[in-house]
Every structure is written in structure tokens, then in C-alpha cells.
């Protein structure tokens, strides 16, 4: 059974930093594509960071230079470290497992950025 569970979310002021961590299960880590996604109420999701099994990554245009997407394939291990966080980064982040075409999820992180 696939589980896909994200922590490190949480209230943080502007110009602050977290980092979220997803960890994996049930699944051959190390060759699926994982991704960041997040998303607000009545939104769609949007895809924030990406990285390949063979470690290539790459972000959205509003988090670059800001955030880095990171992974640890003995520790089945997902992250994000986010800096310099503003209030347009409030969402629910969501880690995502990608191998062919199967698609697995998180349950979501709430991230609050205060002003």
C-alpha cells in the first residue's frame, strides 16, 4: 500500500523559513518522479518543485531561488526547504509520486505565511 505522508507545515511570519518532509511507502522511491504540489480552497493545484529519479530539478517561477526541492533515497524521503516565505505562499502543499502513469498523493500540508 502506497503512503505518502507529508509533516513540517505549520505558521511562520514573512521572510521566515520551513521545511516539509514527505515520507514514502510502498513504493520504489528511487525511481519515481516526486513533486511539490500546493493548493488554496477552490483552487487547482499547482505544481511548486519537481525532481527526477536521476536528481534534476525544477521549480515554478514564483519559488525559484527561494525554495529547494531535495531527496534522500535511503531515507524514502521528500523535501522542500522553503525560504524567505511570503503570504502569497499560504496553501496546503501536497507531495506527489510519479512513476508511468500511476499517480499517488499526499494527504497535504497547510503552510501559513504571515504578514
Known amino acids: 500500500q502506497v503512503k505518502l505522508v507529508e509533516s513540517g507545515g505549520g505558521l511562520v511570519q514573512a521572510g521566515g523559513s520551513l521545511r516539509l518532509s514527505c515520507a514514502a511507502s510502498?513504493?520504489?522511491?528511487?525511481?519515481?518522479?516526486m513533486n511539490w504540489y500546493r493548493q488554496a480552497p477552490g483552487k487547482q493545484r499547482e505544481l511548486v518543485a519537481a525532481?527526477?529519479?536521476?536528481?534534476?530539478?525544477n521549480y515554478a517561477y514564483s519559488v525559484k531561488g527561494r525554495f529547494t526541492i531535495s531527496r534522500d533515497n535511503v531515507k524514502n524521503t521528500l523535501y522542500l526547504q522553503m525560504n524567505n516565505l511570503k503570504p502569497e505562499d499560504t496553501f496546503i502543499y501536497y507531495c506527489?509520486?510519479?512513476?508511468?502513469?500511476?499517480?499517488?498523493w499526499g494527504q497535504g500540508s497547510l503552510v501559513t505565511v504571515s504578514s
Open positions: 510502498g513504493i520504489i522511491f528511487s525511481a519515481h518522479t
Open positions: 525532481i527526477t529519479p536521476g536528481g534534476d530539478t
Open positions: 506527489n509520486a510519479v512513476f508511468g502513469s500511476v499517480n499517488d
